[in-house]
């Protein structure tokens, strides 16, 4: 057996595809397996998720990490020197202890994800193992490996646009494909047509945050409608072989139950807010909501999931934070069908998969996410793929840091040969 008790560990600022600094964290075993990760950052975050450490300040608009690197450098290095990565469990353990606050406020959030990943990264090469084969334990050797139903944007928006639309995300699901390849296959060919109808119209504006075109679109409907035309005109059938996604991130514009759309001009009480994502479910081939109600929010996420859980997933992310109890609470009031699962909400790898086990528990789809700040890390991937998530959310089908989850995705399916098996429909 390799010796993966921890030599060293180090940490480095290096950029997310923002611009913006974050932290990647390097563990080195005994036996010189080496192991990298890198910590993303979201721009729509919810208020419970892990907190990343900033500087503050003047440097990079108080966004620097020297704070969070001192942290790994000087407190968690030392802790972990003489620790087996191998037990992940006791490697998150140890750092939840040595930062003692609930959101990781003390070390950052971006401190101990990556640590967190880069721990699993170092186990795994030790054993010589891919990352998602040395997750899954003992699972492949029991089967077919599953690969997740790829959730692509093709219009952004909200954060990720400057709020030229409401709506965070425009995305689209292909039910229909047989394979994670041509899952991909297929959304190619729709980006290019939608990008296509926004040239043709005179509104393509560029991409934005995570790829997606950055709309101009006179209401968020008019967004959905467009989608529906770029899927007939890339040759697909709406709603039986390509479908829509939406993350709504509510979040955004809707506090204490009341919510105030931009494009609307006006103001929604909880319940009509809750009547009009009812509208676009009934109107359009929509099989999937995210976070269609604020996460101050409970009963309104209540009401949606009864109205349309039986339709579309009504997922939760900044109304659950990655986070196992909130997932239980959420089951428990009948609010919610999936889970999103960010590992940098959490703070580790082990309180991620808690939360994926408690969705799970509940009878819930998975959905393993990336966020708007990213970068060539490619652990999510792995981290689907290994722990068998229903879906892999990356963003859209263009930049790199996008590109690279997609590719490195193609390459588990391709390595898997007969062994894969992709089922579209578990959306």
Request: glycine share 12%; charged share 25%.
């Amino acid at each position: 057996m390799p010796d993966t008790t921890i030599r060293r560990v180090a940490a480095r600022r290096v950029w997310d595809s923002r611009g913006r600094p974050t932290v990647e964290a390097e563990i080195e075993t005994a036996s010189g397996a080496l192991g990298r990760a890198i910590a993303p950052a979201g721009a729509s975050t919810g208020s419970g998720e892990a907190l990343d450490r900033r500087d503050g300040g003047t440097a990079f608009g108080g966004l620097d990490v020297q704070g969070a690197l001192a942290a790994v450098r000087r407190e968690i290095a030392p802790m972990l020197r003489g620790r087996d990565c191998a037990d992940q469990a006791g490697v998150d353990a140890a750092l939840i202890a040595l930062d003692g606050t609930a959101g990781k406020t003390r070390l950052g959030g971006n401190a101990t994800i990556a640590v967190s990943m880069a721990a699993a990264h170092a186990a795994a090469a030790a054993h010589g193992m891919a990352l998602w084969r040395w997750i899954a334990g003992d699972a492949p050797d029991q089967g077919p490996v599953r690969m997740p139903l790829p959730e692509i944007q093709i219009f952004g928006g909200g954060a990720h646009a400057d709020a030229r639309v409401d709506l965070q995300d425009f995305m689209v699901v292909c039910p229909a494909a047989h394979s994670f390849a041509e899952a991909l296959d297929w959304t190619a060919e729709i980006y290019r047509a939608a990008g296509a109808l926004m040239a043709e119209s005179g509104r393509r504006q560029g991409i934005a945050d995570e790829g997606g075109w950055w709309p101009v679109f006179a209401g968020n409907e008019e967004a959905m409608a467009t989608l529906v035309t770029a899927i007939e005109r890339a040759g697909f059938r709406p709603g039986e072989q390509v479908a829509i996604a939406l993350d709504v991130a509510a979040s955004q514009f809707g506090r204490a139950g009341t919510y105030r759309p931009r494009l609307d001009a006006r103001s929604y009480a909880s319940a009509e807010w809750a009547r009009t994502v009812e509208g676009w479910v009934a109107r359009y081939p929509i099989v999937s909501v995210e976070d269609p109600m604020a996460e101050d929010d409970p009963a309104g996420m209540a009401g949606v999931t009864a109205a349309i859980g039986g339709r579309a997933l009504v997922v939760g992310d900044d109304f659950l934070v990655t986070s196992a109890d909130r997932v239980a609470a959420a089951a428990a009031g009948g609010a919610c069908t999936a889970a999103l699962i960010k590992p940098n909400q959490a703070g580790t790898l082990t309180e991620t998969k808690s939360a994926l086990d408690a969705a799970r528990a509940a009878g819930w789809k998975t959905i393993v996410s990336a966020r708007s700040g990213e970068t060539e890390d490619v652990t999510i991937v792995h981290l689907a793929v290994g722990w068998q998530a229903d879906q892999l959310k990356v963003g859209s089908f263009a930049r790199s840091e996008r590109m690279a989850k997609w590719n490195e995705a193609l390459r588990i399916e391709e390595g898997l040969g007969d062994r894969a098996r992709f089922d579209g429909r578990s959306v």
